[in-house]
C-alpha cells in the first residue's frame, strides 16, 4: 500500500443522509411544538395579567404599609438572642427540655418545658417523655405567651421562668409560628390556634393539675384570644394571668415606641388604622374579658412606658364589670423600676401569683 492508499484508508467516509424514520420523527416533534406555542404564549399572558390585575387592585399603601405593620406589630423577623442553639436549652437554664408540636400542615412550634426545680435532680438526663409524664405530677403548669421580637430564649423570658420554677411551677416557653425556629408566618388567627393548641395539648396530659395561660404584652392579646374561644368550646382555662395588657391593638398601636414619632404626619392613623383592618389585627383584650369566666390575674407596672398602666387598668375595670363573680378578678400594680419587661424581678412577683392561683384553685 503507497501513500496514497495510507491516506485514503485514514479518511473517514462523510456520513450518509439520517435515516428516513429518525427525519420523519424530527419533523413531527417540530410540529407539535409549534402547534402548542400559541397555546403556552396564551397561557403566560394569562398569568402576566392576572399578577398585573393582582397589583394594580391594591394601592401602594397595601404594597408597602401591611407588610411593615406586620413587621412593627410581631417584629419577628428580629431573632435575638442571636447564635443561640434553640434545641438545646440546657445550656441557657437547667432542667429544660426542648420539643415541637406540629399545630397544622407547615406549622411546627418550638417550646420549651422547664420542670419546676424541686424536680430538677429527677430530671437530669432524662428525656421528653419523662417531661411530659411530669406534667401529671400536681406541681401547677404555666403556658407562657410571650411578647413581640425575639424568641423564647430572650434573657428577660428566661428569669421570669427560672422565678416560676422556683416557685414550683411547671413553665411551657412557647414561641409562636414565625417566631425563633418555629415554622410559619405571624397572624393573629394563627397566634391564637398556637395558644389553643398547646394549651389543649397540655391539659390533655396534666390530669387534674391546673392549667394556666400567661401572655406578657402581645401575648396577653393571644392568651384572651384563645381563652374566649376555649370558654365558647365549653372548656373555660384554668387561669389568666395578664402582664402588661393593652385594650386592643388598634390603641397600643397609636402609642408603640417604634410609631410614635410618624403620628403627626397628616393621614398617618387613618393609615395604620385602615392597615390593621385590613391585615385583621386587632388583639381586643378590652372585648374579650367581657366573655370570659377564668380566674383573671392582672399584673403591671407603674412605669411601663410600652404599654402605660391606664391600659391595664382599662382592661381591669371592664374584666370587673363583666365578671359575676368579682373575686375572680385582680389587678396588681408594681412600683417603679421594672417597667415593660422585668416585673419578674419583683420580690413580691411569685408570692402574688401563688396566692392569687392558690386561692382560685382551693
Known amino acids: 500500500m503507497d501513500a496514497q492508499d495510507c491516506q485514503a484508508a485514514a479518511t473517514p467516509e462523510p456520513p450518509g443522509p439520517p435515516a428516513r424514520g429518525c427525519v420523519a420523527a424530527w419533523w413531527d416533534m417540530v410540529d407539535r411544538n409549534l402547534r402548542s406555542f400559541p397555546h403556552s404564549c396564551s397561557m403566560l399572558g394569562r398569568k402576566i395579567a392576572a399578577l398585573y390585575d393582582s397589583f394594580t387592585s391594591k394601592s401602594l399603601k397595601e404594597h408597602l404599609f401591611l407588610p411593615l405593620i406586620d413587621m412593627l406589630i410581631y417584629f419577628n423577623f428580629f431573632k435575638a438572642p442571636f447564635l443561640v442553639d434553640l434545641k438545646k436549652p440546657e445550656l441557657k437554664i437547667p432542667h429544660t427540655v426542648n420539643f415541637y408540636l406540629r399545630v397544622e400542615p407547615g406549622v411546627m412550634l418550638g417550646i420549651w418545658h422547664t420542670v ?95 392549667v394556666c395561660l400567661w401572655g406578657h404584652s402581645l401575648g396577653t392579646g393571644v392568651a384572651t384570644n384563645a381563652a374566649k374561644v376555649l370558654e ?84 381591669y375595670e371592664i374584666a370587673c364589670n363583666a365578671y359575676r363573680n368579682k373575686e375572680r378578678v385582680k389587678m396588681v400594680i408594681f412600683p417603679p423600676g421594672f417597667q415593660h419587661n422585668l416585673l419578674c424581678k419583683s420580690p413580691t412577683l411569685l408570692i402574688t401569683v401563688r396566692d392569687f392561683l392558690s386561692k382560685q384553685w382551693s
Open 232 to 315: 365558647e368550646k365549653g372548656c373555660p382555662v384554668d387561669a389568666i394571668v395578664l402582664e402588661a395588657p393593652f385594650t386592643n391593638m388598634w390603641v397600643a398601636s397609636i402609642n408603640y415606641p417604634l410609631l410614635k414619632i410618624y403620628r403627626n404626619i397628616p393621614g398617618f392613623l387613618r393609615t395604620l388604622m385602615d392597615a390593621l383592618r385590613k391585615d385583621k389585627i386587632i388583639f381586643p383584650n378590652d372585648e374579650n374579658v367581657k366573655f370570659l369566666s377564668s380566674p383573671l390575674l392582672i399584673l403591671h407596672g407603674e412605669d411601663d412606658r410600652t404599654v402605660p398602666l391606664e391600659y391595664g387598668k382599662k382592661v
Open 116 to 210: 419546676p426545680s424541686c424536680r430538677g435532680e429527677d430530671a437530669k438526663g432524662k428525656d421528653r417523655c419523662w417531661y411530659e409524664a411530669a406534667l401529671r405530677d400536681g406541681n401547677p403548669i404555666i403556658v407562657y405567651l410571650h411578647g413581640s421580637a425575639e424568641h423564647r430564649a430572650a434573657s428577660h423570658r428566661l428569669k421570669l421562668v427560672k422565678v416560676l420554677s422556683d416557685g414550683g411551677f411547671h413553665v411551657l416557653s412557647v414561641d409562636y409560628r414565625g417566631f425563633g425556629d418555629s415554622t410559619g408566618k405571624p397572624t393573629e388567627e394563627g397566634l391564637t390556634t398556637d395558644a389553643i393548641s398547646v394549651y389543649e395539648w397540655t391539659r390533655a396530659r396534666s390530669g387534674i393539675t391546673p
